[in-house]
């Protein structure tokens, strides 16, 4: 390595590889996560609530294994051992058909999950009635449980890091590469929301939805000390037409190219989704540090 690199966003000196080196040599009974760990505590890499970035630190190690920079300790468990996972335990639940209007569901009880009984049924819901299933989540991430006025559960929402990169959503808010990596954190992608099968009423989504849209601000910042001033989702376009996004005044920025965001070689294909905004500021490319003028598709108070 003879040039500084930018790896995960940091820049990284050919110093920077030789101290790793130097750790790596010095250390040889340290496994990758007591080298991960130590790293981040060297480097000071932490997130906004103060949390130590070990699992970041861990992939940046992979990368820099994978360009030829350095060797990593060898594996202390086999890769098919860590990636198996067991199935989610079943947590019984009622599935008793809920019909007819919205109002007479309300008021909605909307649980952000934190108890170990609502998050078994959190995972059970999803693993159950979720084409995608639920495969548990990395970084920042929170999960909602919604309950009908009977204590019902009726919907679960589920709220996780941002896509690194996406050109229609880029361009919408009117990022350079320097602002989208230090401002990405502001925003969270909703990557499940079910309504649960048994449930059939007009309008609830986009009512779940607005009702979200108006608290999840908070509830970050009371977990992780920071606001979020932009929601985005991807919806597959072949199994789903984005209605209730669509009724909830979310926007729709453009279409994904149809690659997985691991796709190094730009040879994995996956369904091509449309993708959807929804600001939590008027001024949201402001505190985005974007370009240009808010849209006036934002969110109404």
């Not at 030829?68 to 009622?94: E, I, T």
């Not at 959190?122 to 204590?151: A, I, P, W």
Request: charged residues 25%.
């Amino acid at each position: 390595m003879e040039k500084t690199t930018i790896i995960q966003g940091r820049e990284i000196t050919p110093e920077d590889i030789e101290s790793i080196r130097e750790m790596i040599k010095a250390n040889p009974s340290w496994g990758r996560t007591r080298l991960s760990k130590e790293l981040a505590m060297l480097w000071n890499w932490r997130a906004l609530s103060g949390q130590l970035k070990d699992m970041a630190c861990r992939t940046f190690l992979l990368k820099l294994e994978r360009r030829g920079y350095l060797r990593l300790p060898s594996r202390l468990y086999s890769c098919r051992k860590v990636r198996k996972r067991l199935p989610c335990p079943f947590v019984p639940h009622k599935t008793t058909p809920i019909a007819g209007k919205l109002s007479r569901l309300l008021p909605l009880r909307i649980e952000v999950v934190k108890e170990k009984d609502l998050l078994k049924l959190f995972k059970c819901l999803l693993s159950c009635y979720h084409y995608l299933g639920f495969t548990g989540t990395v970084g920042e991430n929170l999960k909602y449980l919604v309950f009908d006025e009977k204590d019902n559960p009726v919907s679960c929402l589920l709220f996780g890091s941002a896509a690194w990169k996406t050109l229609p959503r880029d361009n919408f808010i009117g990022w350079e590469e320097k602002v989208r990596k230090a401002n990405l954190h502001f925003l969270t992608n909703n990557m499940r929301f079910l309504i649960l099968p048994w449930v059939k009423v007009p309008h609830l989504a986009s009512h779940i939805l607005g009702k979200v849209a108006r608290r999840i601000s908070s509830d970050w910042i009371k977990r992780y000390h920071h606001p979020i001033y932009l929601l985005e989702t991807f919806v597959e376009k072949e199994r789903f037409r984005g209605t209730s996004y669509q009724a909830a005044n979310w926007i729709y920025v453009g279409q994904s190219k149809g690659r997985s965001r691991n796709d190094r070689y730009r040879s994995l294909k996956v369904p091509i989704k449309d993708i959807y905004l929804y600001p939590l500021l008027k001024r949201f490319r402001n505190a985005l540090g974007g370009k240009g003028q808010s849209s006036s598709s934002t969110q109404k108070s």
